[in-house]
C-alpha cells in the first residue's frame, strides 16, 4: 500500500534494530519539547532492553513506514484486543502524514478483527495529534519509563 512517498508494511525481525533507534532518536528530539533531560534520556533507555523489544514484537501487530530505499520511518504497534502500544515517526518526517497513514493502518487491523474500542497511553507530545483523529483522554496518569515516573494520558476511541 503506497502512501505518497512510502509504503506500510508489516514489520519483520530485520526491523527491530532500526525501530530501536528511530525510538530512541524520536525521543531525544520531539519529545524533548514536552520531557525534562532526565525524563527524555530515561524513556530513551527503555529501547536498550532487545528482548522485551522481541517479545513485543511476537504480541503486537506492527506496521512500519519505509521509503522507497527501505529508510524506515516510522512504525505502530496494536494488539489483538484494540490495544495501540506505540506510534512513533521519525523526527525528520513530521507533519507529512506518516503518523496518520500508520495509525489508520493499526486502527484498521483491529477494527477488523471485531474491537469496538482502541485504548493507549500517550505522551503529553502525542495526545493532541490523537484528540484530533477522534480519540478521548480518560485520564491524565504517571507511568514509570525505566526508572522515572513520566506523565502520560491513558485515552480511548470508540469505534
Known amino acids: 500500500m503506497a502512501e505518497n512517498n512510502y509504503s506500510i508494511l508489516p514489520a519483520c525481525g530485520d526491523d527491530l534494530p532500526r525501530m530501536r533507534e528511530l525510538f530512541r532518536q524520536t525521543v531525544r528530539t520531539v519529545n524533548r519539547r514536552d520531557y525534562t533531560v532526565a525524563e527524555v534520556a530515561d524513556w530513551a533507555s527503555c529501547a536498550d532492553d532487545e528482548v522485551r523489544w522481541r517479545c513485543w514484537m511476537a504480541e503486537y501487530h506492527v506496521f512500519v513506514a519505509a521509503d522507497c530505499r527501505g529508510g524506515l520511518l516510522?512504525?505502530?504497534?496494536?494488539?489483538?484486543?484494540?490495544?495501540?502500544?506505540?506510534?512513533?515517526?521519525?523526527s525528520d518526517y513530521q507533519g507529512q502524514g506518516i503518523a496518520t497513514c500508520l495509525l489508520e493502518r493499526a486502527e484498521a487491523t483491529a477494527f477488523a478483527a471485531g474491537v469496538g474500542r482502541?485504548?493507549?497511553?500517550?505522551?503529553?507530545?502525542?495526545?493532541?495529534?490523537?484528540?484530533?483523529?477522534?480519540?478521548?483522554?480518560?485520564?491524565?496518569?504517571?507511568?514509570?519509563?525505566?526508572?522515572?515516573?513520566?506523565?502520560?494520558?491513558?485515552?480511548e476511541k470508540i469505534r
Open 118 to 155: 482502541i485504548v493507549s497511553e500517550v505522551s503529553l507530545t502525542a495526545r493532541p495529534f490523537l484528540e484530533g483523529r477522534g480519540d478521548r483522554t480518560v485520564e491524565r496518569q504517571q507511568r514509570k519509563a525505566r526508572c522515572l515516573l513520566l506523565t502520560n494520558f491513558r485515552m
Open 74 to 90: 516510522g512504525y505502530v504497534a496494536i494488539s489483538d484486543a484494540g490495544v495501540l502500544h506505540s506510534l512513533f515517526v521519525h
